[in-house]
């Protein structure tokens, strides 16, 4: 009956403790903040598309960038520091140390996201036609690309430069391949293939069918792949970190 407290102690903890030290970092404002709005102008403006037609895109883009930029920098910021090994001495295990992590991206993906929603609002007309799924659409989508972030920093290393741009070399094809720039019922051919392997695809459709009720998928099929990916990166950084430590690293 104790371990149950503890555990969601341990949780918070480091949770708070990732709040603390790495929503400030260079490398999460400019890849989380900074960066997707810069593709945000890049794309968008000056070039007379239709902005409420595409403003499912942007924010899902935006929550993916800010929800997955956290997680990258904490394992081996804290690999480089020597603190990963004493976190483990304390009474916390990997799997609090873990959630803790996607807690904290989460978090800031979602505070970050509705500020640029709330703000965006004011200059872009948008309808919300069911405020359930777009809530669920919100928390469904930080949740898989938080566990994404932490899944792409759980390699062994100590640099946290080297993971950052491992982590952007798999975010930025993302990004291209899941009905942000291209609608997704315009895709063919490959392009679609590739589509359907993106979790970032899924939460794009999710936020269309919240904002316009028009999608490509059904939204209980968005919403089981965003479930079950979240949990598959969740498991996945659990086996890479617990190997890692078996092998003293």
């Known amino acids: 009956m104790m371990e149950i407290p503890l555990f969601l102690r341990g949780i918070l903890v480091i949770t708070g403790k990732n709040m603390r ?18 593709m945000f102008f890049a794309f968008f403006v000056g070039r007379h598309l239709d902005l409420i037609t595409f403003f499912p895109a942007f924010l899902a883009m935006m929550l993916f960038f800010t929800a997955s930029s956290v997680g990258p920098l904490i394992t081996p910021w804290e690999k480089r520091e020597k ?4 976190l483990l001495s304390y009474p916390v295990t990997q799997d609090s140390i873990i959630l803790g992590d996607v807690a904290a991206g989460a978090i800031f993906g979602v505070g970050i996201s509705l500020l640029v929603w709330i ?14 799924l777009f809530a669920l659409a919100f928390i469904l989508g930080t949740l898989s690309c938080s566990t994404l972030g932490v899944l792409l920093a759980s390699p062994a290393s100590g640099s ?10 798999i975010r930025f094809p993302l990004i291209f391949i ?7 019922a315009q895709m063919q051919g490959l392009g679609l293939t590739l589509a359907f392997c993106s979790p970032l695809t899924y939460l794009v459709d999710l936020f269309n069918a919240a904002i316009s009720g028009t999608s490509v998928f059904s939204p209980l099929v968005d919403c089981g792949v965003l479930i079950g990916v979240s949990a598959g990166f969740i498991l996945a ?13």
Do not use: C, D, H, W
Request: proline content about 11%; charged content about 10%.
């Open 83 to 86: 603190t990963y090994e004493r």
């Open 237 to 249: 950084a659990r086996v890479i970190q617990k190997r890692n430590l078996m092998k003293g690293m």
């Open 160 to 169: 946290p430069p080297n993971v950052m741009i491992f982590s952007n070399l």
């Open 119 to 132: 703000v965006s609002t004011l200059f872009i007309p948008v309808a919300i036609t069911n405020i359930g």
């Open 21 to 38: 030290l790495y929503y400030t970092k260079p490398p999460v404002l400019m890849f989380g903040l900074l960066f997707p709005l810069f």
């Open 178 to 184: 899941s009905g942000i720039f291209v609608p997704l």
